[in-house]
């Protein structure tokens, strides 16, 4: 069983960039694939980006892709979401979740653990 902690949400302007990370306790989280989702209000939760446990395989939704890069330091237990060029639309709380032994998937359902998320706010 792994627990996960995000961090790194706030607001930003327009253009700006954030800096996401995952943070799990356990061991064995280089054998957990990570995922990120964001849910706006009114809105159903989305997809964002994603890494396989070994790291080999990555996804991105394609409203981020070129902008948001996922990656993952197995030392420290953590996974990042850089976000770049950011838009007022990525305005979202955004969740990262995980799966062992398991490749980078885009749906919910993938995914048994999930940390609680962490507010991000751009501004136009």
């Known amino acids: 069983q792994v627990q996960l902690v995000e961090s790194g949400g706030g607001l930003v302007q327009a253009g700006g960039s954030l800096r996401l990370s995952c943070a799990a306790s356990?061991?064995?989280?280089?054998?957990?694939?990570v995922g990120w989702f964001r849910q706006a209000p009114g809105k159903e939760r989305e997809f964002v980006a994603a890494?396989?446990?070994?790291?080999?395989?990555?996804s991105y939704a394609d409203p981020v892709k070129g902008r948001f890069t996922i990656s993952r330091d197995n030392a420290k237990n953590t996974v990042y979401l850089q976000m770049n060029s950011m838009k007022p639309e990525d305005t979202a709380v955004y969740c990262c979740a995980a799966n062992q032994w398991s490749g980078a998937g885009t749906t919910t359902r993938q995914y048994a653990y999930w940390g609680q998320g962490t507010q991000v706010t751009v501004s136009s």
């Open positions: 890494i396989s446990w070994s790291g080999g395989s990555i």
């Open positions: 356990g061991r064995s989280f280089s054998s957990y694939a």
